[in-house]
């Protein structure tokens, strides 16, 4: 199985390739591997398809099976057979992509209640925050991917020098208040 083309594409390229839907993110999945290849089928897996998105995939010769996936079928060497739907059919595939619903790993972040909220096109569950990473609780950002489930290192970095910004300006302020002999506010 498979999850992204960007990581996979290359490999799967002019394979009979499956998309097992697991929501409605599943939809523009569909299309970035058509890229890849002319025999697509898309697994709708239960994920609704308006007649819209029915239409578009039909333009793009993306076959449609509603019938749910019971299973993985593999070959005896391991390497992927097909998908077995409910019915019992067996459709062959080589390359299998499943479109993944990413999480914020914030466990150990329980105890400041911060808020969480979905990402668009339902990719995933991530932290809620203001401009620049700014939290509910004061004195507490969170950046990159824990916010951003797509955020790639160079939006991460960039907030990240942001908050430094900001901390390093509360510092300074500190210790000039702190040199004047006022009490610095928090």
């Not at 990473?133 to 507490?140: L, S």
């Not at 991460?156 to 000039?176: K, Y």
């Amino acid at each position: 199985m498979v999850h992204r083309p960007y990581c996979h594409g290359w490999e799967a390229r002019d394979q009979p390739i499956g998309i097992l839907a697991t929501g409605p993110a599943s939809i523009g999945h569909a299309f970035m591997f058509r890229q890849l290849t002319e025999d697509l089928t898309s697994f709708s897996h239960g994920t609704h398809l308006d007649e819209a998105t029915r239409a578009r995939f039909a333009a793009r010769n993306i076959r449609i099976v509603d019938t749910p996936v019971q299973e993985v079928v593999n070959n005896e060497d391991g390497t992927l057979a097909g998908v077995r739907l409910t019915d019992r059919q067996v459709v062959a595939r080589r390359v299998l992509a499943v479109a993944t619903r990413m999480e914020a790993r914030a466990e150990g972040l329980d105890g400041l209640k911060l808020p969480m909220q979905d990402q668009p096109d339902n990719m995933g569950h991530g932290i809620a925050t203001g401009m620049a990473g700014t939290t509910e609780v004061p004195g507490m950002w969170a950046t990159g991917n824990a916010t951003d489930l797509a955020a790639q290192v160079g939006a991460s970095a960039a907030a990240g020098a942001h908050i430094n910004s900001v901390l390093a300006t509360a510092d300074t302020d500190a210790a000039l208040a702190a040199a004047q002999g006022d009490t610095p506010t928090l």
